[in-house]
């Protein structure tokens, strides 16, 4: 039978939700955008009609109230947050997690609407900014534009990192693999920006029948998860041991199979069975992810105590099938970079695991 764990008389959990949204309201976005664009967004919002119930009604105000969003955080006993995107930005089609990327002819535009967010998010982020770690927009069209978005991420303080949308293989867009993004990994890691990948928008489009929604909800996970092997065969992480890279809202026990499958590819090509290994790697890929993908959720590496770290990602290395010795490379790099935790079952954790997930985006506040 197994115990339940207490806590000392004093002590008390510090509970911090790794998959929060919010955003802007209409109005406040039309404020945030480049004023170049304002008329063309008047226009586009008179025709726009909101299709998402969470959207509509009074409940879409704790998008962006800061006192009401403080008062419902902390009734659930939650005292800090990364925020994904949730609102529609200006010129989207959809919410963006679910949105398409910009064909060529409406890039400029988006380009302007997701600014205008992360300008808006910047703001908000800093009225709490112990409690709110928000993770700003790019687009994958223009590495360039990228580069800039990443940039004013670290500048405005937007800790979560950025979010890098999906890449739906009947897109304008180059493979991840593609040497063009090269730019965008290198000011990442030279800047410590976490590179985060929300499921959602990776998938393919559906047509309108009636069994689209059900196709995108049955694989629109499977569609995000290729990102990491797409990365890590690309020699992403070889050329970049530093990137941050966070897989979210897309469970963590496909990690271990996908990573063996990885090696088991490698193995027969490298062997001359099927194929011939065209990218020269220093280890296995599967070793290589097992190293890198500890768990799923980022957080400020300041907050964060070195023993537990090393505890708690040593026990999940040897969850996924990982080497300890090779985690531990990788797990001193997390003392000063984002804590990487596990999360896909915590029924077992143990309180000194559970500190770790717990971490609060600022201080380690503690309720009064």
Same mark, same amino acid.
Not at 219 to 237: K, Y
């Given at each position: 039978?197994?115990?339940?764990?207490?806590?000392?008389?004093?002590?008390?959990?510090? /509970?911090?939700?790794?998959?929060?949204?919010?955003?802007?309201?209409?109005?406040?976005? !039309?404020? @945030?955008?480049?004023?170049?664009?304002?008329?063309?967004?008047? %226009?586009?919002?008179?025709?726009?009609?909101?299709?998402?119930?969470?959207?509509?009604?009074?409940?879409?105000?704790?998008?962006?109230?800061?006192?009401?969003?403080?008062?419902? /955080? =902390? %009734?659930?006993? *939650?005292?800090?947050?990364?925020?994904?995107?949730?609102?529609? &930005?200006?010129?989207? &089609?959809?919410?963006?997690?679910? %949105?398409?990327? &910009?064909?060529?002819?409406?890039?400029?535009?988006? /380009?302007?609407? *997701? !600014? %205008?967010?992360?300008?808006? +998010?910047?703001?908000?982020?800093?009225?709490?900014?112990?409690?709110?770690?928000?993770?700003?927009?790019?687009? #994958?069209?223009?590495?360039?534009?990228?580069?800039?978005?990443?940039?004013?991420?670290?500048?405005?303080? #937007?800790?979560?990192?950025?979010?890098?949308?999906?890449?739906?293989?009947?897109?304008?867009?180059?493979? #991840?693999?593609? &040497?063009? @993004?090269?730019?965008?990994?290198?000011?990442?890691?030279?800047?410590?920006?976490? *590179?985060?990948?929300?499921?959602?928008?990776?998938?393919?489009? @559906?047509?309108? @029948?009636?069994?689209?929604?059900?196709?995108? +909800?049955?694989?629109?996970?499977?569609?995000?998860?290729?990102? +990491?092997?797409?990365?890590?065969?690309?020699?992403?992480?070889?050329?970049?041991?530093?990137?941050?890279?966070?897989?979210?809202?897309?469970?963590?026990?496909?990690?271990?199979?996908?990573?063996?499958?990885?090696?088991?590819?490698?193995?027969?090509?490298?062997?001359?069975?099927?194929?011939?290994? =065209?990218?020269?790697?220093?280890?296995?890929?599967? =070793?290589?992810?097992?190293?890198?993908?500890?768990?799923? *959720?980022?957080?400020?590496?300041?907050?964060?105590?070195?023993?537990?770290?090393?505890?708690?990602? +040593?026990?999940?290395?040897?969850?996924?099938?990982?080497?300890?010795?090779?985690?531990?490379?990788?797990?001193?790099? /997390?003392?000063?970079?984002?804590?990487?935790?596990?999360?896909?079952?915590?029924?077992?954790?143990?309180?000194?695991?559970?500190?770790?997930?717990?971490?609060?985006?600022?201080?380690?506040?503690?309720?009064?």
């Amino acid at each position: 039978m197994s115990s339940i764990a207490t806590l000392p008389a004093g002590d008390r959990y510090v /509970l911090v939700s790794a998959d929060c949204h919010a955003g802007g309201s209409m109005d406040q976005y !039309r404020g @945030y955008l480049d004023p170049a664009y304002r008329d063309e967004f008047d %226009a586009w919002r008179e025709q726009y009609k909101n299709p998402f119930r969470d959207l509509q009604g009074g409940g879409r105000t704790r998008n962006w109230d800061h006192d009401r969003r403080i008062s419902e /955080l =902390e %009734a659930d006993g *939650i005292v800090g947050e990364v925020l994904f995107p949730n609102t529609v &930005p200006p010129f989207f &089609p959809a919410a963006q997690l679910v %949105a398409r990327p &910009p064909s060529a002819r409406d890039f400029e535009r988006r /380009l302007a609407g *997701i !600014r %205008a967010h992360n300008r808006w +998010l910047a703001d908000w982020c800093s009225l709490a900014p112990e409690r709110r770690a928000g993770v700003a927009q790019i687009f #994958l069209n223009d590495v360039d534009e990228a580069v800039q978005d990443v940039r004013f991420a670290k500048d405005a303080g #937007l800790r979560g990192g950025v979010l890098m949308p999906g890449r739906p293989d009947d897109s304008e867009l180059a493979p #991840l693999v593609d &040497p063009v @993004y090269e730019p965008l990994w290198s000011v990442c890691e030279e800047l410590e920006v976490t *590179i985060n990948h929300h499921s959602g928008s990776a998938g393919p489009k @559906y047509g309108k @029948y009636p069994v689209a929604d059900v196709l995108w +909800l049955v694989e629109t996970s499977w569609f995000s998860h290729r990102a +990491l092997w797409h990365l890590i065969l690309g020699g992403v992480f070889e050329r970049h041991p530093n990137l941050k890279f966070v897989v979210t809202e897309q469970g963590a026990s496909w990690v271990p199979s996908t990573l063996a499958m990885l090696d088991g590819y490698h193995a027969q090509m490298a062997s001359g069975r099927v194929g011939v290994v =065209e990218q020269g790697t220093q280890v296995l890929p599967g =070793e290589r992810g097992r190293a890198l993908v500890v768990g799923v *959720i980022a957080a400020p590496h300041e907050l964060v105590d070195a023993d537990e770290v090393a505890a708690l990602g +040593l026990a999940r290395a040897r969850e996924a099938g990982g080497d300890p010795a090779v985690a531990g490379e990788v797990l001193a790099r /997390l003392q000063r970079q984002a804590l990487v935790v596990g999360v896909a079952d915590l029924s077992h954790a143990s309180r000194r695991h559970l500190r770790v997930v717990a971490v609060e985006h600022g201080k380690r506040a503690r309720h009064p």
